[in-house]
């Protein structure tokens, strides 16, 4: 068994609009969360491969500290079952472009529909050239972290949660979308401000999900 492995991670994180290299080769992910020290994140992961226990501090200035032990996939898939949460699932593609490694999370399961992409960096200030397919920069939203993901039962509460978050456009509940949906029938009423903020990258996620 290998040691334990402790490093930094600078890594950026944005939405994907359609046309992204759905071909890129990966793998099925599934992960769980422990409760753990404040600002401190503790996951399981499992893959066919492999398994890790990983321990991830707070983001300074753009970088944190993680520390992973890998384990086998069956130890890991028993930790899952104990995970106070239920697993987030995604298959995770691997893509090279503009001089850099892309890992797109395809979301499965209650989250089906979410798709994410990442990047890691060598340093906080290095340039990332996006591809035409990268959306929004979601780095600092707390919504698409996968920790706070796990949290929630649906595509739509993590919308639901990006959009109370947003400093943009604020739109009614009577706000159609495609489909004629309104605004108040996407959002969960009990959760419902009376003023969400929608911006145009959240109009498109929703959009797009309801012509799914």
């Not at 503790?42 to 520390?67: C, D, M, N």
């Not at 992409?117 to 780095?139: F, I, R, S, Y």
Request: glycine share 8%.
């Amino acid at each position: 068994m290998a040691n334990l492995i402790l490093g930094t991670e600078t890594e950026r994180k944005f939405l994907v609009h359609d046309g992204w290299p759905r071909q890129a080769p990966g793998r099925l992910i599934r992960q769980g969360y422990f409760p753990a020290a404040s600002g401190i994140t503790l996951r399981v992961r499992w893959t066919e491969s492999r398994g890790t226990i990983t321990v991830k501090t707070p983001v300074v200035a753009g970088t944190r500290w993680e520390a992973e032990y890998p384990i086998p996939p069956e130890q890991a898939e028993a930790l899952l079952g104990l995970c106070p949460l239920r697993p987030v699932e995604k298959f995770r593609h691997d893509w090279s472009e503009g001089g850099l490694h892309w890992e797109i999370d395809r979301f499965l399961g209650r989250h089906a529909g979410l798709c994410l992409a990442e990047v890691e960096l060598m340093h906080p200030w290095q340039a990332v050239p996006k591809p035409a397919w990268v959306g929004e920069d979601v780095t600092r939203v707390q919504a698409f972290h996968n920790s706070v993901i796990a949290r929630t039962e649906s595509v739509m509460e993590v919308l639901s949660l990006w959009g109370r978050l947003r400093t943009a456009k604020p739109a009614g509940a009577g706000e159609t979308f495609k489909g004629g949906k309104r605004a108040a029938d996407i959002f969960p009423a009990a959760e419902f401000p009376r003023r969400v903020h929608v911006g145009p990258e959240l109009r498109n996620l929703l959009h797009r999900w309801h012509s799914l």
